[in-house]
């Protein structure tokens, strides 16, 4: 029943589900207690989190991004390559 109403809760009014839910006036001392035994304290454990180095290097060797890199490299070559060929024909154009 409560994963029906969890669910289905954002169709119903909210104080119909916090009355279902038994959570209109927030939980007692005594459910607190036995969640804290159950569940352990509510804190957020492991190291640090990702080093912003990390990100970096992730986002540019991205396979796509290197895909990318190499399109603008070969552009940038065919471009250089036109360009030499058609710098002594510009005044016949």
């Not at 927030?26 to 607190?32: K, P, Q, R, V």
Request: overall charge negative; charged content about 15%; cysteine-free.
């Amino acid at each position: 029943e409560i994963f029906d109403i969890q669910l289905h809760a954002y169709l119903r009014p909210a104080e119909v589900v916090a009355q279902q839910l038994s959570t209109d006036n927030g939980i007692t001392d005594l459910e607190a207690e036995d969640r804290l035994g159950r569940y352990g304290s509510n804190e957020l454990s492991g190291g640090g989190g990702v080093s912003p180095w990390k990100i970096l290097v992730g986002q540019i060797f991205n396979a796509m991004i290197l895909v990318l890199i190499m399109a603008i490299a070969v552009s940038f070559g065919i471009r250089s390559w036109k360009v030499e060929w058609y710098v002594p024909l510009v005044g016949f154009g």
